[in-house]
């Protein structure tokens, strides 16, 4: 059974960072790509970043620059450091597989840049 759990989001400054990790059980981490997704208020769901299990990245051209993806395999665990953070980058935040698969959605963390 898989399960994913994201933590770190919070409330920051338009320009400042945050650190968001998700962390992983059961099959789905060793051989897969892993994304990171957003969803704001009104919005739909959206890509953010990839990861492949050879560490290939991309990312949304909203963030390109400004945000890292990255992975730990002996953690089971992906990472995505924000920097320059904007008010439109304010969302839920959730890691998955890429491509997503729907049973696989945790609870996210809420991101809120705000002055």
């Known amino acids: 059974q898989v399960q994913l759990v994201e933590s770190g989001g919070g409330l920051v400054q338009p320009g400042g960072s945050l650190r968001l990790s998700c962390a992983a059980s059961?099959?789905?981490?060793?051989?897969?790509?892993m994304g990171w997704y957003r969803q704001a208020p009104g919005n739909l769901r959206e890509w953010v970043a990839v990861i492949t299990s050879g560490g290939y990245t991309n990312y949304a051209d909203s963030v390109k620059g400004r945000f890292t993806i990255s992975r730990d395999f002996a953690k089971s665990a992906v990472y995505l450091e924000m920097n320059s953070l904007r008010s439109e980058d304010t969302a839920v935040y959730y890691c998955?597989?890429?491509?997503?698969?729907?049973?696989?959605w945790g609870q996210g963390t809420q991101v809120t840049v705000s002055s």
């Open positions: 059961g099959s789905i981490f060793s051989t897969s790509s």
């Open positions: 998955n597989s890429y491509p997503a698969q729907s049973n696989y």
